[in-house]
């Protein structure tokens, strides 16, 4: 009876180990690198001129797109973020802070956006819809920036992608920047989308695509080839 209770112990101390072994197990970021290049079925490489960073080529539902893994200097300790790019349209800039601190950031990007009271022409100022009060817009393109956030179902997107701090403050992790629309993936947890979490479910990347997929489409729809 005794090595009976014995062996069952030792069973038991060994199952508990076993999980607590995998519970516990960090995956590096080699692996998670290469576990994602295979989901996204794309190719890994280093990105050039950028020492530490990484990204990943590949194609979903026809467009092509790229993720970038790159080191975060703002951080003490080694940190790391996440960038999801596609072209979307040349030369165009559209991107949220929180007020303008100037009338204009560069020459070719103009801050002037509200949300209005009554009837505006398309190309006076960027008409904010009221789910984004708080944010401001700074674009290159103030009709196109008003075709975009005129589109309900774009918004609904792009709220998805709003953070709020502590301190009641907006910003978005979402932005358009010289024909490029990036998707930022930040190191701090608090934050969405976050790293923490890429890395956590991978597939989730899928969803951000997804939605991707939909502001794709509605560029091409409003600017055809």
Known sequence: MFWIVTIVLALLTGIILLKSNILFHKETREQFLHALEKFLEGTLRPIDGQPGGMQIDFFFKGQ?????????????EEARKGYLKTVVHADFTLYFTE???????????FISSRIPDGPTRPDAWVALPPSLKGLDVQTNNIRLANKLLANAKIVDILLEFRNID???????????MDGMMILEFHPAGGKIPNYHDLTGRISSIEDYLKEFVKIVRFFKELLPE
């Open 166 to 176: 502590s301190r009641g403050s907006p910003s978005m992790s979402w932005r358009i």
């Open 99 to 109: 007020k303008p601190r100037s009338t204009t950031m560069r020459t070719d990007v």
């Open 64 to 76: 092509s797109f790229v993720y970038e893994d790159v080191p975060d200097r703002g951080f003490k």
